[in-house]
């Protein structure tokens, strides 16, 4: 018997195959594309929009604005002990006893399970009526301890509205260096077309052609790399903002430097931005509490009254029925003599943490006006250096236009027209750099006096 040719039956089969291995590949590949782009909605936003909402929504902030309403509830008379305390009670007490008593007159009393009840009522009032001044010092330091909670929410809040403000600013950058990365590609392209060009006609060797694909391969690397930090630098924003992930933002600003600053006017904001302020109230929140130390080595003289009720009722014994109305009153003196020299020990070890704040303060102050030499030193130097950096950018610009278009009629060399390149990239880093750089002193000027217009 002749055996089948199974050469039709092979083909058949391999052409089934492929079909069915290119539908997979089809539909697996739409599939990823709507996976890697998911739908996401564009958010504009502006760095006044986007200090508003980090302002509003940042969770250290909303932790801040707690512990301020916390001091707030603290600072009052009743927390200092300046207020007088009135309790009261209630008890009724009932138990079954089994009595027996002889009395002088012969009459004996003999009563099983006779119920005995007693009741008790009173109301008490508690005041401090001298202790040294401790209530008065506690109630200054419930004060300094709100105005501490209240400064470090205004410190917490510029801090918040210059780091958004960094971050927006950062992004501008990158976004202008990857701009100038895309223009950069775009004459390496149509310098590689030009190139191709000569060497068809035989006006430059192959080589040149390899140098020109190797700088656009490099361009781009490098235009991946920024998009990715860019990328990065979204992410970081967003977290600021608690903006979701999923939603794209889109930044409506540009980089310009206030140049209208003015050290003096700055110096004289130092003293009134909120690090200062509040070192100064620390200080103050030190004394305070030396001086509720002190006072416990002083008499403290109380006064309490007394408003009690009592009944006692019995069914058998001598007594069926007691009762009692009525108030009492009592003024107490309490003299501390001798406790092992603590209060001594601990008024001087108050002392001593009072004047370390005061030498913090000092310190920060002095700190403060080192900074803002400094500052104001870099911020002067990239005002003047941002005024040359767009100029040499404007040139560079226009020299690469100009080149690329000599570059097109073979006017030029292309080692001078890739020196004109390598001039536009220089120009366009420096500027962008030098322009955030400029911004960064502002905001910290800005920050140091106490400032979040940003």
Not at 112 to 137: D, H, Q, W
Not at 171 to 191: D, F, M
């Amino acid at each position: 018997m002749k055996p089948k040719n199974l050469v039709p039956i092979f083909n058949f089969e391999l052409t089934r195959i492929k079909k069915r291995y290119t539908y997979i590949c089809v539909s697996l590949g739409i599939a990823l594309t709507f996976i890697g782009n998911p739908a996401v909605a564009q958010l504009k936003i502006t760095l006044k929009d986007a200090i508003s909402k980090g302002l509003g929504e940042t969770y250290s902030l909303q932790q801040n604005k707690i512990l301020l309403e916390n001091a707030k509830l603290r600072n009052t008379y009743g927390f200092a002990g300046g207020l007088p305390t009135i309790s009261g009670g209630i008890s009724q007490n009932a138990q079954m006893n089994t009595i027996r008593q002889e009395l002088v007159n012969g009459l004996v009393i003999d009563r099983r399970n006779a119920l005995s009840e007693t009741f008790n009522a009173n109301a008490l009032l508690n005041m401090t009526l001298y202790n040294g001044g401790r209530i008065k010092y506690t109630k200054l330091g419930l004060q300094a301890a709100e105005q501490v909670a209240a400064l470090t929410l205004s410190k917490a809040q510029i801090d918040v509205a210059a780091t958004i403000a960094l971050g927006f600013y950062d992004i501008l950058r990158k976004k202008a260096l990857k701009a100038a990365l895309e223009k950069t590609i775009a004459v390496s392209i149509e310098k590689l077309k030009v190139v191709q060009l000569r060497e068809k006609v035989g006006l430059v060797s192959a080589l040149d052609v390899y140098q020109a694909e190797v700088e656009l391969n490099t361009n781009e690397l490098l235009l991946a790399d920024q998009q990715l930090i860019i990328e990065q630098a979204e992410i970081e924003l967003k977290r600021l903002l608690q903006i979701s992930q999923n939603e794209a933002i889109e930044l409506d600003g540009k980089i310009e430097v206030d140049s209208t600053l003015n050290y003096a006017t700055l110096e004289s904001f130092i003293l009134k931005n909120p690090d200062v302020a509040l070192a100064s109230e620390l200080t103050k929140a030190a004394g305070y509490q030396a001086r509720q130390i002190e006072a416990l080595r002083m008499p403290t003289l109380g006064f309490s009254a007394n408003y009690t009720f009592n009944r006692n009722q019995n069914q058998a014994g001598f007594s069926l029925l007691s009762q009692s109305l009525g108030p009492s009153a009592l003024i107490g003196l309490n003299i501390p003599i001798y406790a092992g020299n603590t209060a001594q020990r601990n008024a001087k070890i108050a002392q001593q943490q009072q004047a370390i704040s005061v030498i913090n303060e000092l310190q920060l102050k002095t700190d403060q006006e080192a900074s803002l030499a400094k500052l104001f030193s870099a911020y002067k130097n990239e005002v003047v250096q941002t005024k040359k950096q767009k100029r040499n950018y404007e040139l560079s610009q226009q020299l690469l236009d100009g080149n690329l278009k000599r570059l097109n009629a073979n006017q030029i060399t292309l080692s001078d027209f890739t020196e004109t390149q390598r001039s536009y990239e220089v120009a366009a880093y420096n500027l962008f750099n030098h322009l955030y750089l400029g911004k960064v002193a502002e905001i910290e000027l800005k920050r140091l006096a106490g400032r979040s217009d940003f």
